[in-house]
């Protein structure tokens, strides 16, 4: 099931296509904001839905700690859908110098894997207002 931003499922392949773009859009945020992470991933040619499906898929329940979860949960409601993104980019300026740092595809995925889980997201307050 696709859906858009207002969460409207698409039932045509015309709007899973539209929408599938729109997502397309979101990773450029990550290539402008951050195009020394986003050119050593693509170095490694590891696709960004590797790195970020869970984390949407999920809403970051599996793996960011209870109450930054509760945390995001409260500005999704509050926000909408942006806030995904938002925390997807924060943990990218978290863990910018780590990721640069590896060498190697599984090095690079389980960095990806454990930068959700660090004294930075175990307070929500302070990692919500992480600047980007």
């Known amino acids: 099931m696709i859906t858009d931003e207002q ?3 698409a039932k045509s392949r015309d709007e899973r296509v539209r929408i599938y773009g729109n997502n397309k859009k979101k990773l450029f945020l990550i290539r402008s904001k951050f195009p020394a992470v986003h050119k050593h991933v693509e170095s490694f040619g590891m696709p960004w839905a590797l790195v970020c499906s869970k984390w949407f898929v999920c809403l970051y329940s599996d793996v960011l700690p209870i109450e930054t979860t509760l945390r ?3 500005c999704l409601f509050y926000e909408g859908s942006k806030i995904l993104l938002r925390v997807a980019l924060a943990l990218v300026a978290l863990n910018e110098k780590e990721i640069l740092a590896t ?5 690079l995925a389980n960095k990806f894997q454990s930068c959700t889980i660090s004294e930075e997201t175990t307070f929500c307050h302070e990692f919500i207002e992480v600047q980007i």
Not at 103 to 107: Q, R, S
């Open 7 to 9: 969460g409207k499922i």
């Open 103 to 107: 060498t190697e595809f599984a090095d």
């Open 72 to 74: 995001v949960w409260d």
